[in-house]
């Protein structure tokens, strides 16, 4: 159905708490989401532990290996953040990421 509003008047809109508000609420949100991949691979005894980082620290939502153990299906989120809507409904990236090398290849969606 087709909803009018009168002249003058305001269409209501939806109220959240905790929504970002400033500049500060954005550098805080992203300094706290940032994260960053790691491939750990564990010796006998932890003697030779090895740590690797995979991609670029990003705002991670989630990932998947593909089912040969070569790539990475990466979402994460990116800026502009926004103040009016809660942080599932920020702008997202997809990527895929091998899991050897070191540059990702460009975005796919």
């Given at each position: 159905?087709?909803?009018?509003?009168?002249?003058?008047?305001?269409?209501?809109?939806?109220?959240?708490?905790?929504?970002?508000?400033?500049?500060?609420?954005?550098?805080?949100?992203?300094?706290?989401?940032?994260?960053?991949?790691?491939?750990?691979?564990?010796?006998?005894?932890?003697?030779?532990?090895?740590?690797?980082?995979?991609g670029p620290p990003r705002m991670l939502t989630s990932f998947v290996t593909s089912p040969d153990g070569n790539l990475l299906l990466v979402d994460f989120l990116r800026a502009p953040l926004s103040?009016?809507?809660?942080?599932?409904?920020?702008?997202?990236?997809?990527?895929?990421?091998?899991?050897?090398?070191?540059?990702?290849?460009?975005?796919?969606?």
């Amino acid at each position: 159905s087709i909803q009018e509003c009168s002249e003058g008047g305001t269409a209501p809109s939806r109220t959240y708490q905790d929504l970002l508000t400033d500049a500060h609420d954005e550098a805080l949100f992203e300094h706290y989401a940032t994260s960053q991949l790691v491939e750990l691979t564990l010796s006998p005894q932890n003697k030779d532990n090895k740590e690797r980082e995979i991609g670029p620290p990003r705002m991670l939502t989630s990932f998947v290996t593909s089912p040969d153990g070569n790539l990475l299906l990466v979402d994460f989120l990116r800026a502009p953040l926004s103040r009016v809507v809660l942080y599932n409904r920020f702008a997202m990236s997809v990527e895929v990421w091998p899991l050897r090398g070191d540059d990702p290849p460009p975005p796919i969606a």
